[in-house]
């Protein structure tokens, strides 16, 4: 990954993500980048990837899925512990993509519950058939405890607190026993006034002296009302004030108010969308841009302030100070999900909000402002009731003198959290290095070592199929297990020797159940679907022998060569048993009626189905009709079809057999 701005603690997290499997707590104040680290680590890193948050709304800006919906969490608490298997229900899909998974970001972590974490943690463990924390999957991620914290009801609690001893992420069970490291990144970019971050970090840090309270409060101003053409938003603890503020001013605007339908399309949350679906707009209400420009343009950013000029049509021409005249159309928003495509994780569009990029922003809550940045704000936080929220909304301002206090702020105003204060304090004891991360590449290369003789991939497959090689747990499986015990990644001539062991025994246990599992399986579908799942672990795991037993052992090659091998093995269909129990009957030749079929559709400017169906392709090349009338007796074609396209297809019938048969055939009558 490239370096940021010559920045050594972002190049630091860059290197652990890249090069371990170490799990990352990345954090900083905020505007210290956080967001634009997670879409730089999204765009370069090598490691395959999903990115999840706690939140609809978190989820879209961050172009990931929410934790519940990836991983089918309910939203209720999960009292860890327990033989539950939460994936036993999962699809082959889903369990094939979480099977491939290297790296799960989690965004705003400052939200997400212990419990949360845990049951994630035992989804990956069972998935990958990994005892490591989280399958050896490794997470990054992101937030800031001094902002948002998870929200839990009393009743939930009741139940939670018997197992955690605070409702954040880093009193989960996993976390309590795995070593994970913190970043800290401290150059803050949104704020430049030296004084105004002071402040804030006193107010995140819930010290605040005295002297910093009372310049804070210097900017209380009694019945403040902004000038119509000075563009203030007001930041407020309570969705009902900033709906009554938005509502009430933009009623006493003169003229007519246009309204815009949301279209949806697909699959998109209700608590993801970005505005209202009805968004209702007059000529000189105040709006916030809630999408960034992606034209080369960039003439309007997500939280950019301005007044709406005029409104013609589809298009609501918006004043942002002395900047040009805006034009804003519709835009679209994604919901992604991840799919995995020849053995990588990729992104497909689930469904899309398409909506006027705007909202009403005479006011906006200060929960709904988080990662926004205001030139000038009035802030409101008099019925702040929650741990974070006073620093949430004073930090959203770029300039002290750009904020505007609707009241005097006294210390009961800046509400913290003890525990999170506990955890921070001894957190930053154990901020790594150089001399740290060196260490944890190292335990990185070690444990990549212990997954290339780690067999519990076998042995959980093999069920079903034990009788076949009864010298499996004497001759690989207890073998490996004292290998493993005693495994140094410099001992490069043990690694090899081991590898062609491994290499000579896996080939002859897959010979072996070649030649046996047909007579078992018989035509069962169920057993040829564990067959082909047990072969292809097998041969791709062959495939690694034999690269080790001739190559040293490092982390590129170890994660390049299992992907070739994963990817070989199951492209590889040439001995397939789902395959050969789902074989149409004379498959070659019903291939060759689709691609007739195509071009005839192509020709005729019609649909494939309309010249003949599937069905009917693999009916025909079952039965083989030798003249028209045996093949309009067919269903799906009748004498019509049989008179339009009979004789091509009677053709194809007959240069089919004639191969399979080789000798001359004379030319019969095609009647």
């Not at 209380?220 to 009902?240: C, G, K, M, S, W």
């Not at 150089?434 to 335990?443: F, G, T, W």
């Amino acid at each position: 990954m490239k370096q940021t701005d010559g920045n050594p603690v972002i190049q630091l997290a860059f290197d652990y993500v890249e090069s371990t499997n170490t799990i990352v707590f990345l954090t900083g104040k905020a505007g210290t980048g956080k967001t634009t680290f997670l879409q730089q680590v999204k765009q370069d890193a090598k490691k395959k990837l999903a990115i999840v948050a706690p939140t609809g709304v978190a989820a879209i800006n961050a172009g990931g899925m929410t934790i519940h919906s990836f991983f089918q969490i309910p939203f209720g608490p999960v009292i860890p512990g327990g033989n539950a298997r939460p994936d036993a229900h999962y699809s082959p899909e889903k369990k094939a993509l979480l099977s491939e998974l290297e790296l799960l970001i989690i965004d705003e972590i400052s939200m997400v519950r212990p419990d949360v974490l845990d049951q994630i943690d035992l989804i990956l463990r069972n998935i990958k058939e990994n005892p490591y924390p989280f399958g050896g999957v490794q997470l990054l991620l992101i937030g800031d405890l001094s902002q948002l914290s998870p929200i839990i009801r009393d009743e939930e609690w009741a139940m939670l607190g018997r197992y955690y001893t605070t409702p954040y992420f880093f009193s989960s069970l996993v976390l309590q026993k795995t070593p994970f490291v913190q970043i800290e990144l401290d150059h803050v970019y949104r704020q430049k006034e030296q004084a105004f971050v002071d402040i804030l970090n006193e107010v995140r840090n819930q010290a605040i002296s005295p002297e910093n309270l009372a310049l804070l409060n210097a900017r209380h101003q009694v019945d403040f009302r902004p000038p119509a053409e000075d563009p203030y938003i007001t930041l407020t603890t309570h969705n009902r004030i900033a709906q009554q503020i938005n509502n009430e001013l933009v009623e006493t605007l003169p003229g007519q108010e246009f309204e815009f339908k949301a279209t949806i399309k697909g699959e998109f949350p209700k608590d993801a969308y970005p505005t209202d679906t009805e968004l209702k707009l007059k000529t000189g209400a105040q709006v916030m841009f809630v999408k960034n420009d992606s034209s080369a343009e960039k003439l309007f950013y997500n939280g950019k302030i301005g007044t709406i000029i005029r409104i013609e049509k589809d298009t609501v021409f918006v004043q942002c100070g002395n900047d040009r005249e805006i034009a804003v159309q519709a835009l679209e928003w994604s919901n992604i999900k991840y799919k995995l495509e020849e053995q990588q994780i990729s992104e497909t569009n689930a469904g899309s909000f398409a909506q006027i990029p705007l909202k009403l922003a005479w006011a906006i809550t200060i929960h709904k402002s988080q990662g926004l940045s205001f030139d000038k704000a009035i802030i409101d936080i008099s019925g702040a009731f929650a741990h974070g929220q006073a620093y949430v909304a004073l930090s959203r301002c770029r300039t002290l003198s750009g904020m505007v206090l609707r009241n005097p702020i006294s210390a009961h105003n800046i509400i913290g959290d003890p525990a999170v204060a506990h955890f921070n304090t001894q957190a930053r004891l154990f901020q790594p290095d150089a001399k740290k991360l060196e260490l944890d590449r190292q335990l990185y290369q070690k444990y990549l070592l212990t997954e290339l003789f780690n067999f519990n991939g076998l042995r959980n497959r093999i069920a079903g199929f034990e009788q076949l090689i009864p010298g499996l747990q004497t001759e690989v499986l207890s073998i490996a297990a004292k290998f493993s015990k005693q495994l140094d990644a410099g001992d490069t001539g043990r690694i090899r020797k081991a590898a062609h062991y491994f290499h000579s025994a896996l080939s002859a246990i897959a010979e072996s159940l070649h030649a046996q599992i047909p007579a078992l399986i018989g035509k069962s579908k169920e057993g040829a679907a564990k067959a082909d799942q047990l072969l292809q672990w097998i041969m791709a795991r062959i495939s690694l022998m034999g690269h080790f037993s001739e190559t040293g052992f490092s982390v590129t090659a170890y994660l390049t060569a299992s992907k070739d091998a994963l990817a070989a093995s199951v492209a590889d269909k040439s001995r397939s048993y789902v395959k050969a129990l789902n074989a149409k009957p004379n498959e070659k030749l019903y291939d060759q009626i689709v691609v007739w079929r195509k071009s005839i559709a192509e020709k005729d400017q019609v649909m494939p189905n309309r010249v003949i169906s599937e069905k009917t392709a693999a009916m025909i090349a079952e039965k083989l009709p030798p003249t028209l009338k045996a093949l309009s007796a067919i269903k799906g074609v009748g004498p019509q079809k049989a008179e339009q396209y009979g004789p091509e297809l009677i053709t194809l019938i007959r240069s089919y057999l004639q191969k399979l048969q080789n000798p001359e055939t004379e030319q019969r009558s095609l009647f």
